[in-house]
């Protein structure tokens, strides 16, 4: 009998999301690979084996063992898209938006974005960090053991650069591995109104080197986690060429690239973003299906962001079933900010992409594991249970993994598993 640390056996569903290295697309986004009365071996953060209660128990003699009978056991879920480092609230705004303004009413008038970046800029980066942990410990209880986290609520150059020391202080205190992405282009802050451009040579002149600097004595770096740059690419933030020029500064640094496009208006910053080589391509509402085909033929991820449309009352979400069909690698996510998407819910994400972007509960599980993870460069090393992968994973309440995408609102969670260990027991 060989050792392990931790042998969690009997799971009544064991989903490995196991598979071919790479992307899921197509038919392969519905493969799960479901194992019945299943167990995973794991010595110290790394999983050993994966396979039936029967044969693993046979080879393994583990320190600890949890029954997992009557629950369904699935991968730690990767949430690839967040703006959780900021100060306040938008609680008034949310009011006004239930009287009738719009979203983007209430950025025009110098709020959304504006008012988050007046409140961030005040911080300290201690509060910011205060400010976030509790929006840590919620995610993590949902089951996110693995979460990409933006700047981009400060707009200046040493406040962006404490929002990046932040996200290095929280992913050290806490469970939830963080993957920091540099969005200085989120809006143009008040002192450039009507000199975007300037603002634009201020971020690729000095904010993106000083970004690149910092990152490379991270401990980010040092772990080889990538440092993604971002841009919002929207009428009323930066257009196509501002956006370019963003995304061509961070490929001469040798940055990797995210784009937020067509999440109001289509104004053709996907194809530049694909051009570009971004590693994903995030909203994504309102994109012509012309464009499906070259985005399949491409290695970029959409990541599609449900909670957005639902919380902004709109009736048009993502065309989610389009571009599964069409072959696009696509990953979910909940946009966690103060304003468009205020939510830290995975699941409820999951649950609104089954019911609104018609997306199959297997789907919505791939995204939020393998296809996310590969959105921001942590593929094949989370996203699956597979031996030689980390080993963060969930216990679920149910015993069927759906349980997952069809409850509305509710703690599918039992257990949360994050390098070996259990960092939340929810019963
Ligand atoms: O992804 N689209 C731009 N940024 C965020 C919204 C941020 C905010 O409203 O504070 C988003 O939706
Ligand atoms: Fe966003």
Redo the contacts with the bound molecule.
Sequence with gaps: MEPCDLLIHSATQLVTCAGPPGLRRGPAMRELGVIRDGAVAIRGSTIVAVGPSTDVRRRFRASHEIDARGRAVCPGLVDC?T?IVYAGD?VEEFEQRCAGAT?QEIMAAGG??LR?MRLTRAATTTELVQATLPRLRQMLSFGTTTAEVKT??ALERDAELRQLAAIALLDAAQPIELVPTFLAA?AVPPEFTGRADAYIDLVVESMLPLARDWYAVSSFAARAIPLFVDV?C?RG?FDVAQSRRVLDAARNLGLPRKA?VD?FVEMGGLAMALELGATSV??LDVTSPSAFTALAASSTVAVL?PL?SLNLGLSHFAAARAMIDAGVAVALST?A?????PSLSLPLTMAIACRYLRMLPAETLIATTVNAAYAIGCGGRVGALMPGMQADLLILAADDYRWLMYELGGMPVAQVIKRGQVVVTNE
Excluded at 337 to 341: D, I, K, L, Q, V
């Design positions: 898209h703006h938008r979203y959304g974005i988050t981009g609520y989120h919002f929207e933030a937020h999440e995030d909203h962001l957005v946009d900010n103060p304003g468009s998407a």
